[in-house]
């Protein structure tokens, strides 16, 4: 389903790091490429190896990136939460997609139409390198998390990808509602499911987290604030 972006829309959107370094008439024009898509749980976005038709910001909803080795076996390259783009990249180089998407869970998403959108990026020269700024600044802070990533044992990693997702609830508490399984989540931290499972459970036996059903508290100020400072 496609309809039209609201004003919170074009809020929202407005503040992403692609469109944050344009001139309002120019994020006017920009947003006219733009259009809503609903998915539904476990819907296919788009597959590896084919051509982009679009690239897409998440509203609400959770995505699955991910590739599949000729033996079937999923490996989740990253879970997309509201409020982040995915497939941009692509739209500067080689023209198709290197994972698969779909839906994780039902998600509202914009659909920005990626051979239109280039065209206009093309026709002016200062507002393409106003939104290279914004996407090279994201790619080195992507860098220096996967450094940091790279270094770290299963348990941080856990705590890493926690802090990332949290948002405060209505007592301002960092939370996390797991909507992906835990086996996608596992997979995303490089983990085994089971392990997945035993790092929850030490995480809260050492007063960092509380667990209830599918909603993660991270409790620890500490960590916390390091995840409001990135």
Known sequence: MHGQLNPRDLMELRKSYMFSGLEEDEYLDAARHAAIVQADAGQALFSQGAAVTSIYWVSEGLVRLYRSSPQGEEKVIELVGPGRFFAEAVLFMGGRYPVNAAAQVATRLVAIDALSFKAWLGRDTGRCFRLLAGMSARLHRLVNDIDR????????RLLQYL???ADPDDDGRQTVELEAPKQVIA???GV???????????LTDQGCISVSGNRVVVLDDELNREGSDG
Not at 149 to 156: A, E, Y
Not at 192 to 202: A, D, N, Q, V
């Open 149 to 156: 990533l790279t270094l770290m044992k299963g348990t941080d």
């Open 192 to 202: 085994k499911p089971e392990t997945l499972s035993r790092l929850l459970h030490k």
């Open 163 to 165: 802090v990332d997702h």
């Open 187 to 189: 997979s995303r931290i």
